[in-house]
C-alpha cells in the first residue's frame, strides 16, 4: 500500500505564497500520475494540478494555471504544489492523490490551506 503524506500548509494573507508537498512511500515512477485536489467547505472535491510522474507534463485547472506550479523531485519521492497570488478562494482541504500504473488509487489525509483577506 501506497501512503502519501501531505505537509507545507497553513495560513497566509491575500496574496502571499505557500509551498505544500506530498511524499510518497514509494518510487514515484511507479504511480503514472499524482495530482492536487482540494475540497472547500460546502463544496465539491475538485482536481486542481496532475502531473505525469515520468514525463512531468503537468495540468492545471483554470483557475490556478497561472498562479499555481505542481512539481516532482524523484529522489525524494515527493511531489510539491507551489501557490502564488493566493486568494481567499484557495482556502480549502489540499488532498494529495496518486494514481498506480496498477490502476490502484491512494489518496493523503488531507492538509489544510487558509487564506485571509
Known sequence: QVQLVESGGGSVQTGG???VSCAASENIFSLGAMGWWRQAPGKQRELVASII???GTTNYADSVRDRFTISRDNAKNTVYLQMNSLKPEDTAVYYCKAVRKD????WGQGIEVTVSS
Open 53 to 55: 510522474t515520468s514525463s
Open 17 to 19: 505564497s505557500l509551498r
Open 103 to 106: 490502476g490502484r488509487v491512494y
